[in-house]
């Protein structure tokens, strides 16, 4: 093994130690701010992986769409619905844990089953682009993947406008069930939850 | 052992296990923020694996990594309009507690 190989190696564990460990944080962490900023770490250690593929446009694509705004958008949503609250007690917690972790045990091992028994049909190494890799997306999304490319600039749109128009604040000037003038200071501080409690 | 290179299970396992995390977590988180960072995991597993693919077998047309920025764009779009559902169930719930949407519930 050339020294080379061995840098890569070492990378890799690392990296997918810290995916690995980082996102059993996220899911298993009291505290939903470690979870958000744990994330962030998860999703640098994935763009350092598609480093490792030869992938760099990706990975900068990865950092900046994922750290720069899925991240922080999670974090300020947090920040708007933080409030310490008494969760109340489900009954049959115990059981629930015990069925979805033996569920997700067994697509595990399921899942690893075939990564490790199926005869991937791998390509010879001399046909890799490597780092012209940019160069050939760009001319992927011009030529045969242009459609998609259009429908994804028209998908943002209608999830730019979608996201205004549900998290916006209706104002209104008087309550529509009791016809009182509204406080305008903090709406949903003062009334009455829409939906109340089934049960 | 004597490799040449990472072998392609490698990280086809490593995108296993961050896919199942994703799974339990979407099961068992009761914080909705928690279930949308769970639905980021499982993207980026899928996420993984194509490019994992897109490098090993077909690594002279890469249509893996253009699928790649295309889920990436989706996931941009779906944590959006996710967080924009959660604020608005927190204006009319004033919690986030998984267990009290139960309106669909029958």
Known sequence: MSIAITTQFICFIVLSLVVIIGALGVVLLESIVYSAFLLGGVFMSVAGLYLLLNASFVAAAQVLVYVGAVNVLIIFAIMLVNKKEDLKPINDIKSRRIISTLICLTLLSLLIRVDLTNAWNLSSPQNSIGEESTIRIGEHLFSDYLLPFEVASVLLLMAMIGAIVLARRDVMSKDISTGLPVDQELIEKSSEPLLTNKN | ?106
């Open chain 2, 1 to 106: 052992m004597n490799l040449e290179s990472i072998p392609l299970q490698a990280f086809l396992i490593v995108s296993s296990a961050l896919f199942c995390i994703g799974i339990w977590g979407l099961l068992n988180s009761r914080n909705a923020v928690r279930v949308l960072m769970s639905i980021e995991l499982m993207l980026n597993a899928v996420n993984i694996n194509l490019m994992a693919f897109s490098s090993y077998i077909d690594n002279n047309l890469i249509q893996g990594q253009v699928f790649t920025i295309f889920v990436i764009t989706v996931a941009a779009a779906e944590a959006a309009v996710g967080l924009a559902i959660l604020l608005s169930l927190y204006r009319n719930r004033v919690t986030v507690d998984m267990e009290s949407f139960n309106l669909l519930k029958w």
